[in-house]
Structures are given as C-alpha cells and as structure tokens.
C-alpha cells in the first residue's frame, strides 16, 4: 500500500501520530507515552508499521484499540462546546481582557491582571500533578455569572480552589475574612466553603475548599478556618501525597462529570 501519511496531533498535553490513507481516513495511530501502535484493520499491519518506523522511540505493542471505559465513553460523546478539560487557567478572566483590555494607561494596576496571575500561577501547578493520577479543571462556569477557580480530582479526593494574589503582602485570616496588608477584609473564605459546596452537590461527593495565596510575604492565622486548608501556590504540590480516598476508576468517571458543561448547570 502506498500514499499513508503520518498526522501528529496533541490532546490534553499527549501527542499522537494517526496514520491516515489518501481519503483522510484513520487506520492506526502511534501513542508515544504508552509505546503502542493501535491499529483498526489486521491487513494494514506491516505497511503502518513501515509508515511509522521514522518516528518510533522504542520497542512497542502492537494491537487493537482499547475498550474505552464508562468515563472514556462519556468523553467521546461529549460536545467539544460543553467540555472544560481545554479550559486554560483563568480563561474566564483572559477572555474578559480580550474583549475589555481597559485603558492604555491607568494609575493603578487592573485587578484583573492580578487575580489573572494568581489563577495562572495556580493553575499551572495543579496541571504538574496530571501525572500523578490527579485530573484538574479550571474556570469551571456557574450558574449566576459566579465560577470556580479551580477544582481538582485524583486518589485524596476532590479539592475546590479560591486563588489570591498575595505578592509580597501580609495575609490576615480570621474565617470568614481574609485581609490583604492594608486592605478591606473580605469574607472570601464564605465564598469558598459556598463554592465547594455548589461542587459537592453537582458531583454527588464531597469536595474540600482551598484558599491558595501566591507568594504572600506573610500569612497569620487568627482564626483557624472551619474545613478550609490555606496553601501557599509553592506547597500545592504536597496534595500529590494525599491518597486513600477515591481508587483510580473513580477518579475518571468523577473528572467525565465534571468536565462536562452540563453537569454545572443545576447548581
């Protein structure tokens, strides 16, 4: 056979190589991560493996696709408008200053720059445990314009975060408040535990609240907060060691859920 052509695509941080015939169609695809070469028809057996001899890294399986599993299923099925695994973090605000960036010039910094930072800073250290059987989401929409931060789901469980931008500021919190250095105190841990508890609903499970400061220069708890964890961004990683609570099929059908759009519409 002759005239197969080597696509490479990513999802969700993994690249693909799908071998394709003239008309577009697939008949194979080469995972690097997991070493294996996934083929859909016998007959084509050694002219995709010859396709593919460039690109292979190593020794590898060959054979039919998985069977996908309920919460692969559920992932297949659902329309790419209603998935929110995509969702970078801080999309909600990073669409918002594409659409307003404000004024060219301001005396003072925007707020949303910062609150941006924040979620990016967390973000992307929540995205690093991925690889350690954790799944997180970011700006996950609610009803009423409101929306989680982030929400993370993997062996200890399911943890809804609040980010803060703290640079070099002390931190007061005395729950339900939470002071910025010398600004107004907020009630930002009621918002929290409201939030986690809007989540809790929508996946039938429990979800613990996480108020994450990025780069405080102090923090002062005057008021131990009821069931809230309070993390520095530099110290989410700890959650990795969390286990014991969710086994990894779990895991999966609780992040099919929750990636999906509609599942936030009823709380």
Not at 28 to 56: C, I, K, M, Q
Request: proline share 9%; hydrophobic share 40%.
């Amino acid at each position: 056979m002759s005239g197969l052509r080597v696509v490479p695509t990513w999802r969700h941080g993994q690249e693909r190589l799908y071998v394709c015939l003239t008309d577009g169609r697939n008949i194979a695809w080469y995972d690097r991560e997991t070493g294996r070469v996934n083929l859909l028809s016998e007959e084509h057996l050694d002219d995709v493996l010859e396709t593919l001899r460039p690109f292979l890294t190593g020794p590898v399986t060959v054979g039919p696709p998985p069977v996908p599993t309920p919460a692969e299923l559920v992932r297949l099925t659902l329309h790419p408008d209603d998935d929110l695994a995509p969702n970078r973090p801080g999309e909600a605000l990073l669409i918002a200053l594409d659409r307003d960036p404000g004024p060219a010039h301001r005396l003072r910094p925007d707020p949303r720059r910062r609150a941006l930072t924040a979620e990016q800073t967390v973000g992307e250290a929540l995205d690093r445990l991925d690889g350690v059987g954790w799944h997180a989401l970011h700006s996950v929409p609610l009803p009423g314009g409101d929306r989680l931060h982030h929400l993370l789901i993997g062996p200890g469980g399911i943890f809804c975060f609040h980010s803060l931008y703290a640079r070099k500021q002390k931190v007061l919190v005395a729950d339900p408040m939470v002071t910025l250095g010398r600004r107004e105190p907020q009630p930002v841990l009621r918002r929290l535990r409201a939030d986690a508890d809007r989540a809790a609903y929508a996946l039938t499970a429990e979800v613990h609240p996480v108020l994450t400061l990025t780069d405080p220069a102090d923090i002062t708890v005057r008021t131990a907060p009821r069931e809230v964890r309070v993390l520095r961004d530099r110290d989410l990683g700890t959650l990795s060691r969390l286990g014991g609570v969710l086994k990894p099929a779990d895991v999966e059908a609780l992040h099919a859920m929750a990636r999906d759009r509609n599942t936030w519409g009823r709380v």
